[in-house]
């Protein structure tokens, strides 16, 4: 009887520290396509903080909503949903394309890597980003602004199914950006896309290898069928 094939990771933190040192979220889209999962990449307009910035985990889908009134007790969902963070996780955060929510900050920001998370993906503004970028915790946006959330927007619900930059994100599912944006892998097929983007980089690398040696693009694709 055949044996499974031994993964090149034994837990999530291997994992996501393969794919931060290995892969890049342009030929994991190319996986997805392959997979038939051609609507997994969040709106151009969700970037990083930092060109450099790598983020990978596991979701834990926030949506907030615009408020017009100040509450009596204000962020209660909102610390309860990054109190809920746990190790691996990325807290990844719908505002439905509001420009008045300040979402997240500095403080939120320590509060999530205390707990191990290993980053955040906003649909929405940020605000305190120098001190941000100086404790080095990766963000995504689609903005900045210096107002605070409360009165702006409240978090309704947390770790369950919402829509962010287009794409159904669940919790639990991988989270993957850099510099060419985000990527969301379902669980249902984390494996196999992780495995054929493992198998594709290698494949890069022979085609560049050969480009350099002086083939031709047509010869180096004939060869191994990647651009």
């Known amino acids: 009887m055949e044996t499974e094939e031994k993964r090149e990771w ?3 933190t291997e994992l996501f520290d393969i794919m931060s040192e290995e892969l890049y979220v342009a030929v994991v889209s190319d996986a997805l396509d392959a997979h038939g999962y051609r609507n997994q990449a969040l709106c151009h307009k969700i970037r990083p903080l930092l060109p450099t910035t790598v983020v990978v985990g596991r979701a834990l889908p ?6 017009f009134e100040i509450p009596e007790h204000p962020y209660q969902e909102e610390i309860a949903a990054v109190d809920s963070l746990k190790q691996n996780d990325v807290l990844i955060c719908s505002t439905n394309g509001s420009t008045r929510i300040c979402f997240w900050g500095e403080l939120l920001s320590t509060a999530a890597r205390v707990r191990g998370a290993r980053g955040a993906i906003i649909e929405g503004f940020i605000r305190d980003v120098r001190a941000i970028m100086d404790m080095g ?10 107002v605070d959330s409360n009165g702006r927007g409240e978090v309704v619900a ?3 199914p919402i829509e962010c930059g287009g794409v159904t994100v669940n919790p639990g599912d991988i989270v993957f950006g ?14 196999q896309v992780i495995e054929a983007a493992l198998e594709k ?14 083939a031709t693009l047509r010869q ?8």
């Open 62 to 67: 926030v949506l907030c909503l615009e408020t």
């Open 178 to 191: 850099d510099a060419d944006g985000v990527v969301i892998i379902p669980q249902s097929v984390e494996n």
């Open 220 to 227: 180096v694709y004939d060869e191994f069928g990647i651009l």
């Open 158 to 160: 947390y770790n369950v």
């Open 10 to 12: 034994e837990n999530d």
């Open 201 to 214: 980089v290698k494949g890069e690398n022979r085609t560049r290898d050969s480009l350099l040696d002086g």
């Open 137 to 146: 915790f990766p963000i995504f946006t689609t903005g900045i602004s210096p």
